[in-house]
């Protein structure tokens, strides 16, 4: 989570240009924060008349496909700010370059999840603050699970 | 929205089959009506031995999965028309060559979706009317956004 | 249902593994049991330096992104069960070789699916049995359609 491929014609980036794509995705996604390696950004090439947009072959489009699986982003000012944090983020790689470019994010369950054979600790839990500091997957305890600001009766009262 | 990727054997497709199996899963949504060029199809290869079926490889195996955005199917009458529609829109390109074939959708979320940084207007909306006929993406207006036929307090009244 | 696609780097795998690792795969699937046919497992490679772990290449990983389409898993007790058995079916092909890796699954529509163009029968049905059998798909009737264990009053009376 998330799961970032990209789609684009062949020779549109070199080494430099992916990695730098993908340290700024990475780098949006450390900041909420989320582990880092929990960020996964895969480049694929479509081969030359491969991709059709509205039914004519576009060799100079950019499809962003993203999965979201540790976060679902709650609620409507949310969702539309970070789909426009997303345009400006990837702009200096699509809009800047010319190519025409698209994305689309879908949320898929937390709950059907795994990476290097752990199941990821709850959101805001202790054991996932401890895994954005050592930016690997490690087992938990029970005790870990638990979110790092415990409140046992959320309300309205003053804290 | 839709994305349709076609998974195919190397070999099977040449650049005009591409071009007329995408005009017409094209077509097939431009009838909605919808923007053409929200219309994306990629085909992709698949290497030899690469794709398996119930644990054999099928080099003669044809996946569409095909990503909704945009709309919703509303309801089992039209979800069992649409799904049958596709299956003979793309007949002439599996199965009257003797492909195996395998047709799934999802529906990602409406509202984590951008097309050249826009994002896109409300269904029936006036917006969205103007993107059908210009076929390409622009800003728009909040009273774009509006549907096409208003009507604030909808119910069984005759109209 | 379900579709693997692996996304593994150039050389990882060649076909004996990939063979043994699709019949583990359907093998799983095969036991609740399903047709072993609604299992495609999709291999793909993924050019060097084209995929990014937390913002760093990395040539070592191994991404398995799935989707479940004719079965929902009902339940934490069986989704953590089933992401736990996923894990082990695969470590001899993952962790056992040094490789880094992720699963996620998806659960998509079971109504927007169909196969060789016949739209699959319910969960439990007389024709799903059939297809089970048979391994392949073919028309059912409307009684076909009907559980296996057909029960009009379903409740805690003992039967």
């Known amino acids: 989570m998330p799961l970032w491929k990209i789609y684009h014609p062949a020779g549109t980036y070199n080494a430099e240009d992916k990695k ?9 996604y450390a900041s ?3 582990p880092k390696f929990y960020v996964v950004v895969i480049f694929e090439e479509m081969a030359r008349d491969s991709c059709f947009v509205g039914g004519e072959p576009n060799n100079n489009f950019i499809r962003f496909k993203v999965d979201h699986i540790a976060r679902t982003l709650p609620g409507p000012v949310i969702r539309e700010w970070w789909i ?28 059907l999840w795994s990476l290097q054979g752990e199941i990821p600790p709850p959101f805001e839990s ?20 638990l979110p790092v600001r415990l409140t046992l009766t959320p309300g309205l009262a003053e804290r």
């Open 20 to 28: 730098l794509l993908a340290e700024k995705i990475t780098g949006l």
């Open 32 to 34: 909420i924060p989320l």
């Open 84 to 111: 426009r944090k997303i345009d400006e983020i990837i702009a200096s790689h699509v809009k800047e370059r010319g190519y025409d470019w698209e994305v689309s994010i879908d949320e898929t369950p937390f709950d």
């Open 126 to 145: 202790v054991a996932e603050k401890r895994w954005v500091e050592e930016n690997r997957a490690s087992s938990s305890t029970a005790a870990e699970k």
